[in-house]
């Protein structure tokens, strides 16, 4: 399993709190979700302590079901599936941005200062706009997303070199199943990567 591939899963990993510190656990849901893996990370065992021991490294898969929500599932858990049919836009829709729930460390915006985004949140960020855009069938650069999380999100500083590589990277799924096409285009000066719906 990949960056940018769409699985489906019913089981999560958890934390349970043990006597000496706290070990992952399988939690089931209600219901089956589907997502788009947008990281992937290691769980442990954790022994309390200064600083804590961590112990048994297992790897899961960081998958984005929506802006507001990811999930740590273990890779045999998930099952790769077809990402969403891009629907056809009807004549003179506009796009829309993704809102986003995240808001400044401090509640809100403070002396002009911009908040900051950790790793993942900004992959789930990212993987909700691309796939407000798939649904849409609309086309866009890695830049493209940018603005609109800008756009979205006045109060948190949002760094293109960042969204670059999350953007190629969360594509490659969608490249390889044929849904999209990617193409070199020319902006003046500059170039770019578009992807298109095919």
Known sequence: MQLGEWVEFQMVVGKQATGAGSVPVCQPLRRARKGMIVGMRNVYDVT?????????????????VSLH????????????VAAPSPSRRTAGTQRV????????????????????????????????????WIGQGEMFTAYDVTMALRMANGQLKISHTEV??????????AVVSG?????????????????LPT
């Open 97 to 132: 941005p993704a809102a986003a729930s995240l808001s400044h460390p401090g509640g809100s915006r403070a002396a002009g200062r911009l908040g900051s985004v950790d790793d993942d949140d900004l992959a789930v960020m990212v993987a909700d706009q691309i796939n407000t």
């Open 164 to 173: 670059r590589p999350l953007v190629h990277s969360q594509m490659e799924a």
């Open 179 to 195: 849904i999209y096409q990617r193409e070199s285009a020319s902006f003046g000066t500059d170039t770019a990567t578009r992807y």
């Open 69 to 80: 929500r990811s999930y740590r599932v273990y890779p045999q858990d998930a099952t790769v």
């Open 48 to 64: 309390a302590g200064s600083p804590p021991q961590l112990d048994n490294p297992r790897p899961v898969l960081i998958v984005a």
